[in-house]
């Protein structure tokens, strides 16, 4: 008999649910625009698969009405769940006028979106981190209850960028939640080949926070992580590391060929473990998912994504006077 751990964090059965069907959306629209992006449709795709679980437990884990989050690149699971669309995506890999992220001007996957609280990021990896330290300063010089929550790679976790963020952060105990997805590559560089220490949190000693490593592929330990850190930031008792460790199913962007720094074994192997997969076992097991519901939210899903490409393929490019909006000053 499966034992029931959503129960135990608080989570009913429609949220687990929820999470699920998350989950398996950022994945649909991630297949999607791979199949755009080969199909001479869209420029660019840096991918999420097999980071969904640690994006969504986590994402889950906040408040969506007022905490602020700051993102990188592959956190379509995150940003989803803090209120954007497949169409907002879709807009933005089609680099649409109506891309709520930039108007069609960043590269994909620099998510920003006021309304939701999504802090606009930049191709430079890690600079989010200081931003969102500064952004838990600002609220706390105010007196306002949220917190912010980044996210990097590991390879950015060797980034000025992190380690200054996260001292000051420590010293000023700031509300905020450091979350490094591992995925094992920077880029071509393996995980052994960038770290001296076991895990990316045992750095969190050094800047007077609590650091935890948890599995990446179980949403219910990332969602578990996640809250005793926001838990904690809020009753002001400062920062947290959390570091989910996963694999990163697909090649570094649609312009990278990782056949050329890991073996197909290797890659294989790694599917075994695909959160859509087991997590889906785990609620098929306590009867939350049955055969007719998964083919009514892939039916569902199917519908949704179908809907955003033909919106975003369809809707007007920016017009060319537009070059300077958000630029420089307007009247």
Same mark, same amino acid.
């Given at each position: 008999?499966?034992?029931?751990?959503?129960?135990?964090?608080?989570?009913?059965?429609?949220?687990?649910?929820?999470?699920?069907?998350?989950?398996?959306?950022?994945?649909?629209?991630?297949?999607?625009?791979?199949?755009?992006?080969?199909?001479?449709?869209?420029?660019?795709?840096?991918?999420?698969?097999?980071?969904?679980?640690?994006?969504?437990?986590?994402?889950?884990?906040?408040?969506?009405?007022?905490?602020?989050?700051?993102?990188?690149?592959?956190?379509?699971?995150?940003?989803?769940?803090?209120?954007?669309?497949?169409?907002?995506?879709?807009?933005?890999?089609?680099?649409?006028?109506?891309?709520?992220?930039?108007?069609?001007?960043?590269?994909?996957?620099?998510?920003?979106?006021?309304?939701?609280?999504?802090? /606009?990021?930049?191709?430079?990896?890690?600079?989010? +981190?200081?931003? =969102? #330290?500064?952004? $838990?300063?600002?609220?706390?010089?105010? *007196?306002?209850?949220?917190?912010?929550?980044?996210?990097?790679?590991?390879?950015?976790?060797?980034?000025?960028?992190?380690?200054?963020?996260?001292?000051?952060?420590?010293?000023?105990?700031?509300?905020?939640?450091?979350?490094?997805?591992?995925?094992?590559?920077?880029?071509?560089?393996?995980?052994?080949?960038?770290?001296?220490?076991?895990?990316?949190?045992?750095?969190?000693?050094?800047?007077?926070?609590?650091?935890? /490593?948890?599995?990446?592929?179980?949403?219910?330990? +990332?969602?578990? =992580? #996640?809250?005793? $850190?926001?838990?904690?930031?809020?009753? *002001?008792?400062?920062?947290?590391?959390?570091?989910?460790?996963?694999?990163?199913?697909?090649?570094?962007?649609?312009?990278?060929?990782?056949?050329?720094?890991?073996?197909?074994?290797?890659?294989?192997?790694?599917?075994?473990?695909?959160?859509?997969?087991?997590?889906?076992?785990?609620?098929?097991?306590?009867?939350?998912?049955?055969?007719?519901?998964?083919?009514?939210?892939?039916?569902?899903?199917?519908?949704?994504?179908?809907?955003?490409?033909?919106?975003?393929?369809?809707?007007?490019? =920016?017009?060319?006077?537009?070059?300077?909006?958000?630029?420089?000053?307007?009247?």
């Amino acid at each position: 008999m499966t034992e029931n751990r959503h129960h135990a964090l608080g989570l009913s059965d429609d949220t687990v649910l929820d999470m699920y069907k998350t989950m398996l959306l950022a994945r649909k629209i991630d297949e999607r625009m791979w199949l755009l992006n080969r199909a001479g449709k869209i420029p660019f795709v840096i991918s999420c698969q097999g980071q969904e679980a640690a994006q969504v437990g986590a994402a889950y884990a906040l408040d969506r009405n007022k905490d602020y989050i700051l993102p990188y690149y592959r956190d379509m699971g995150v940003v989803l769940t803090f209120g954007m669309t497949a169409q907002d995506l879709m807009l933005s890999g089609f680099a649409k006028a109506e891309d709520p992220n930039s108007g069609g001007r960043q590269m994909p996957g620099h998510f920003g979106q006021k309304k939701n609280r999504i802090v /606009t990021g930049s191709s430079p990896v890690t600079t989010q +981190v200081p931003h =969102a #330290v500064g952004i $838990a300063l600002g609220g706390k010089m105010e *007196g306002k209850d949220f917190v912010t929550f980044t996210t990097f790679g590991e390879g950015s976790s060797n980034q000025g960028d992190f380690h200054e963020g996260a001292n000051f952060a420590g010293v000023h105990k700031l509300p905020v939640i450091f979350m490094c997805e591992n995925n094992k590559y920077a880029i071509s560089v393996p995980i052994e080949k960038q770290l001296a220490c076991e895990n990316v949190s045992d750095r969190a000693i050094g800047y007077g926070m609590p650091g935890i /490593t948890v599995d990446g592929n179980d949403p219910l330990a +990332v969602y578990q =992580a #996640v809250k005793e $850190a926001a838990d904690r930031a809020r009753r *002001g008792e400062g920062p947290s590391l959390v570091e989910t460790v996963s694999y990163r199913l697909t090649p570094h962007s649609s312009d990278d060929d990782d056949r050329a720094y890991r073996p197909r074994e290797e890659v294989e192997e790694a599917k075994k473990l695909d959160a859509i997969y087991t997590f889906a076992d785990y609620l098929r097991e306590l009867g939350i998912l049955t055969d007719e519901r998964q083919t009514s939210i892939e039916n569902e899903l199917a519908k949704i994504v179908d809907d955003a490409t033909d919106y975003a393929e369809q809707a007007p490019y =920016a017009d060319p006077e537009d070059l300077m909006k958000h630029v420089y000053a307007e009247e």
